[in-house]
């Protein structure tokens, strides 16, 4: 294990560097399971290849708890925190941004399957050139006048969000030299209860910064972290104007179940 | 029917023109009359401040009432809607001004804490606690079995102008103590 003296004294490493870390703890992990190990279905907090965790993540095992009451119901958001048209990042400025117009939509489930109703998703993103509008993102690629990459939309009664952006462009950063993120988009949801609280990253099918990426690749499981990457859809593409990606998420974790008795599911 | 999670990610360090709203950390207005300050700083193993963290509160009203009304991002100033969010600034620090939980229960009270950082894969869930009612925080089934270095994590301090503080350690000695309720 890495500790803080060796990380200072550690040079920038290469692709081939992170490449390796990330398929010995690949290869570690199918003989864990191949023994008879669990599934990890969730994202590795200790993950040196992305070197920002080094001194982020926890060392103490969590700790586990029962959730008492307050955790397991969420904040409350409706469609009056949220303008209609949040939901469409290509209508925020005067004129149209500039890339490949898509439509991104799913639906957002608890772990029983349960529609995940009337709970607020906030998605952030770089524009087709890469670049994020946030001041710190110094990236040389162009930024979009007519395109700030944020966007908000409140769930319907099935759960289903959808929002019309812009593609957004794989960018440099500098875990190690020659670091590309593959393109992605940030999403932040709420389910029915805190524990289901979550941030994640929604990526395009078949991009081949994937096996590259040490923040993709901290989801140990494979399957698991397929579930990040939408599919192209055909029927939510629009002639002459969006091509499609449908993306459903699973919002599991301890919620109270009282409102199935008052009628509100079907 | 169970469903496999959809994992989380790391935040990232560009959330700052997405995430935080306006009056996002002010779960009450500053004149309530029974505004507190919660503040605080995040720090890493190295004991350096985390400038790019978001952290996010959920908490019962001062009668232990779990809020149920919406707008959260709207404001208006006469729901209590329960829910803050504020973004670390350079110095690693948040703050935000809100009302003390009061009990659920007969529970000790605390606010739900989650805690997101470029450099930290996926979410961490804790808890601060309020400090004044020792018996309650005592007895409580969840502090009761941490040791007392643990449980000291978890646990504000009160300052002499009447504010809440806590800070939240990713390593080292002071680690707080993050939940898991899976």
Redesign the interface.
Known sequence: MMN?STKDDMTVSDQQQISSEISSRQEQYEMDRAGGAQVH?????N?PP?R?????????D??????????L??????H???AEIESDLTLQHTGEPVGERIVVSGRV?????RPVRNQ?V???QANAAGR???K??QHPAPIDPNF???G?TITDDNGDYRFVTIKPGAYPWKNHTNAWRPAHI?F?LFGNA??Q?????MYFPGDPLFPLDP??N??IDH???D??VANYDHDLTSPEWALGYRWD??????QQTWFEAEGDDE | MSLLPTPGQTVGPFFGYALPYEGSENLVPPHHPHAVRLTGAVYDGTGVPVPDALIEVWQADENGNIPTARGSLTRDRHVFTGFGRSATTRDGSYSFTTVEPGSINDTAPFFALVLFARGILDKLHSRIYLPQDRDALEHDPFLSVLPPQRRATLVANRQSDGSLHHDIHLQGDDETVFIDFS
């Open positions: 803080a279905n969730r994202t590795t907090l993950y992305y920002s965790s080094l001194l982020r993540y926890p060392t103490k969590l700790h586990h708890a029962d959730p008492e009451s307050i955790e119901l969420s904040p409350a958001f409706g009056n925190d949220v489930l608890d772990g029983d399957g607020l906030e998605v952030w994020y509008i946030h710190r993102d700030t990459g944020t908000r940030h932040s805190f524990t609280r979550i941030i994640t990253q923040i993709y901290s989801i399957d698991a972290r579930r990040l998420i699973v919002l599991t974790g301890p």
